[in-house]
């Protein structure tokens, strides 16, 4: 791998991706998320920003006194250089960049690059070995390759905002970046699918094409197979399970939250332990998941019952004394106090020069020998142009300097 060497010892990345550098081009989510998981576990990150504006995402969403909070999560690990690319000298240094780079992660819309003449085929000339994911909305070729595309309109058309809400109500779309964060996890994956084959099989770089739309279509289940063997289009069903029962949320009596899963038998059964009716196990209108199933409606509202005449910790300990399956209906304040949420430190605070100390997710899933880690929260805009572009490309300083005056970097 192409492992570099600068002058920012205090961000030296470790973890069992040290040693890949990885160039990330575009804005806004699906992109940056790849390079977030990316840096998380050791890649170098190098992330070309517009030197006027630099990504979107540093105005996008909740601010803090003009600090974006979407950025600082989404840069944190990487380095933050500016390059105009639509300039030919910008174009050159770009080429620079990528032919020092195991991996290139891009977001532009389609035929953008092949435009300023950084495509594929331009860029795997200088790097045979370079690996390069290509996130769009609808994918590198079909009638809708050149269409803006955002993960609004991929999560509209993959089919899930169709299942996601109530029966009597409008589809509902998600509160984040669902289908960007789908599609990065499957070009992260990709990506190291691709290095492998690579590393081991010697097979050379290669491109990858990641629509946002087809990644979160994977992950709904059989919905082809259920339209093409049974002819039929599953409906919203709310917080129901159209597969099983019962399955559902719940208030409590202190108008709290849980959630019951219960789609194995021997976890139904343990559900009618915990609110006190182990009668129900020989009633056949819930014998079975079939049978659970054609009376919902009369198997929520006993549940139902029971929950309204308890507080949401009398639930909680209930159904853990019965081994039943549930969970509270958490807020993100409610994730601050958990003990398990702390006991994995699945949050960890950074020092940031703009924001103090700042808590972010941490690196997801633990490795026992290499874990990521969170060295830094999102730089500032072009905070890392005189270690690459002088330490990893060797430009002398009346170089860079030409760059900045020529307004490229």
């Not at 995402?57 to 933050?80: E, I, M």
């Not at 020092?351 to 941490?362: F, S, Y």
């Amino acid at each position: 791998m192409n492992g570099i060497e600068t002058t920012m010892d205090e961000d030296a990345a470790h973890g069992p991706l040290e040693g890949l550098t990885v160039v990330e081009a575009g804005t806004m989510i699906s992109a940056g998320t790849v390079g977030r998981f990316l840096a998380d576990f050791g890649a170098t990150v190098i992330k070309v920003e517009h030197p006027a504006t630099g990504d979107h995402l540093r105005q996008f969403g909740p601010q803090k006194d003009g600090t974006g909070l979407w950025w600082k999560y989404l840069g944190r690990n990487k380095r933050s250089v500016t390059l105009n690319l639509g300039v030919e000298a910008g174009q050159v240094v770009f080429e620079d960049l990528v032919s020092e780079a195991d991996v290139l992660v891009e977001n532009f819309r389609p035929g953008t690059l092949e435009r300023w003449n950084l495509g594929y085929e331009r860029l795997s000339e200088l790097n045979p070995d370079l690996v390069m994911c290509r996130l769009s909305g609808f994918g590198q070729t079909g009638p809708y390759a050149e269409r803006p595309g955002f993960g609004t309109l991929a999560e509209a058309m993959s089919g899930f905002a169709y299942l996601n809400g109530y029966p009597d109500r409008e589809p509902l779309l998600p509160p984040t970046g669902l289908a960007d964060g789908v599609a990065a996890l499957f070009s992260t994956f990709a990506i190291m699918f691709a290095l492998y084959h690579r590393e081991v099989h010697d097979g050379g770089g290669q491109y990858i094409d990641t629509s946002l739309t087809e990644p979160i279509f994977s992950l709904l289940g059989p919905q082809p197979l259920r339209y093409d063997q049974l002819d039929t289009v599953e409906e919203r069903s709310g917080n129901r399970s159209t597969s099983s029962a019962p399955r559902n949320v719940y208030p409590t009596g202190d108008d709290r939250y849980v959630a019951i899963s219960a789609s194995a038998q021997p976890t139904a059964m343990r559900v009618f332990d915990a609110i006190d009716r182990p009668d129900l196990k020989d009633d056949e209108r819930f014998a079975d998941n079939e049978a659970r199933l054609d009376n919902v409606d009369e198997l929520d509202r006993i549940i139902q019952e029971w929950m309204d005449d308890h507080t949401r910790e009398e639930v909680l300990e209930a159904f853990n004394d019965a081994d039943a399956t549930i969970a509270p209906i958490y807020n993100v304040e409610d994730i601050f106090e958990d003990e398990q949420y702390r006991a994995r430190d699945a949050l960890v605070t950074v020092d940031d020069d703009e924001l103090g100390d700042a808590t972010v997710q941490n690196a997801f899933p633990k490795f026992s020998e290499t874990p990521g880690e969170v060295r830094h929260l999102g730089p500032s805009l072009g905070e890392h142009n005189e270690p690459v572009y002088g330490g990893l490309l060797g430009y002398d300083d009346a170089t860079i300097a030409d760059l900045v005056d020529e307004e490229v970097i």
